[in-house]
């Protein structure tokens, strides 16, 4: 099967959907009859790139100023694209929102439905092409992939879709996510000021979707003496509407218990997850949550809503908070501080629960889909 896959994404610093990229198409390289090539927006490759491309962050925020910006990128795309077709590709996977114009199967990942439930997380211009493309590409896919049951069931009733058009395939946990003794991690540790286990840790973008500010609020609620001795770090870059933490941020900053790490390198994130208390992750809606597949396969409890589709994720490892509720998310906290008993379980139960997901699993699920696609 000569599959061709946009990659576009990778120009970007990796986050979620980044990742999903990234892992996805190193594991396809196990099903021997998938044979991939990926398009970057202005021509074809079969190796990854290493990194983002140079200037990319400054530049998307210009083009969302510019009127008629996403058209006219959609445009280009779409003809670089069409010059791909002298390779006779079998099918065409989009794994990010809306498929390119392509003449044979196709196949999507639908990641999640957020524009629907929460669209002031989104910029207006991206919003609307999301709007007036999402339904036609999901019409044009013979599958769609998801990443949890949850966005199956969901877009299957939103989108009057029969339920054999979905194939849920779970993401997985890099090779980097395991537990690490606090030698091995002692240089980064101490690059940031802290002690091993003596942390909590947010991973995400800065946006209303992650529900930062609760984790900002919680924190603020511990005592002096704890929020001394266990600060609270956050690693993500600036996303939409930033501008909302500034003032939780600014007070929390000044009181030197919360650190905003910005965008790290991912070995960098690895290395604070295996060393931190706990992740806290309140997000209040998620196609899946990455971070938290990776903080249990680091051996480190997690702290997380029953939104959307993470408890198919933390099963019975989580430590479930209500989106709304700062006392909750304190009083979990303290328990995780105090009670190295319940700490010690929850461990155990999170290293349990990530040997339940692999990236080759994930590979094989969307190698499935293609073969469905393709109507083998």
Known sequence: MRIALNARILQAPRTGIGQYVAELVHAL????EVEVTLFNGWG????????????YS???PLLRQIPGAYQARRWLEQKRFDQGRAQNFDLYHEPSLWPLHFDGPTVITLHDLTHLHFPDTQPPTRLREIERRLASGVQQAQRILTDSQAIADEAQAYFGLPAERFVVAPLGVAERFHPREPQAIEAVLKAHAVEAREYFLCVGTLEPRKNL?????????????????????????AGWQQ?????????????????????????????????ARALV???LYEGFGLPVLEAMASGTPVILTRSSAMPEVAGDAGNYIEADDAEGLRDAMSRLIDDHAHWQACREAGLQQAQLFSWLRCAQATAGAYRQALGG
């Open 213 to 237: 500010n609760l984790a900002l609020r919680a924190h603020a609620l511990l005592p002096e003496s704890l929020r001394q001795r266990f600060p609270l770090l956050i690693v993500g870059m």
């Open 243 to 275: 501008a909302q933490f500034n003032n939780e941020l600014r007070q929390a900053l000044a009181c030197g218990h919360v650190c905003l790490l910005g965008y790290l390198p991912d070995e960098q994130v690895a290395q604070l997850l295996a060393g």
């Open 29 to 32: 390289r196990s099903e021997r």
């Open 281 to 283: 992750f309140p997000s």
């Open 44 to 55: 074809w490759s079969s190796a990854l790139p290493e990194a983002a491309m140079p200037g």
């Open 58 to 60: 400054r530049l998307t």
